[in-house]
């Protein structure tokens, strides 16, 4: 995913994504893709690790500690959102751990119907999380969610959405909107 996020960037920063719409050449594709191409994302050079690191503290009392589940296309296509949830979570009193060891999802093997591998891949995530002895996982990418249900494994769906109901709570009660 991060070569695919190299040549987006390069495609879009070159002068590539200008020319190919300028001389046609999107006209020879069907019209879903060039609706897809037209609202595409500017592609990140970086992703959340390269340009903040693997840990991120707190900022004032520590309230606990949170794995972020980066996601290969939000590393890509949304890594400015990535880097916000950590800042974010860090001002609401939450060490982030970013796991190096956590890989793809799965979400499209799953989408697609490609069940084994994404079984797989949860495995591989699991232990990550785990590894990382964390309080929680948080992602930000909607589609982790559905794919955790459907793998059926209860460690994978513990992985994705598990963790102590309290430090959701405690974060809540600490940065609630006041009306006054």
């Known amino acids: 995913m991060k070569l695919l996020g190299k040549s987006l960037r390069l ?29 595409l994302p500017e592609a990140a050079s970086k992703g959340v690790v390269e340009r903040i690191g693997e840990r991120y ?34 001002e609401a009193g939450f060490d982030v751990v970013i796991p190096k060891t956590q890989g793809c999802c799965g979400a499209l093997h799953a989408h697609s119907g490609e069940m084994d591998q994404a079984r797989e891949l949860a495995r591989v ?38 963790g102590r109901r309290g430090l959701v709570r405690e974060a809540r009660r600490r940065y609630q909107h006041d009306p006054r």
């Not at 500690?65 to 979570?89: H, P, W």
């Open 57 to 90: 503290p707190a900022k004032g009392e520590r309230i606990g500690t949170v794995a972020l589940f980066r996601g290969c296309i939000m590393d890509v296509l949304f890594a400015d959102t990535n880097v916000n949830t950590v800042k974010l979570l860090s």
């Open 125 to 162: 995530n699991v232990k990550a999380f785990k590894d990382a002895g964390v309080d929680y996982i948080v992602s930000n990418a909607g589609g982790l969610r559905r794919p955790a249900r459907r793998i059926r494994s209860p460690a994978a769906r513990g992985c994705v959405l598990g």
């Open 11 to 39: 495609y879009q920063k070159s002068g590539l994504q200008k020319i190919a719409r300028g001389a046609g050449v999107m006209k020879l594709f069907p019209a879903h893709m060039r609706e897809m191409e037209q609202i």
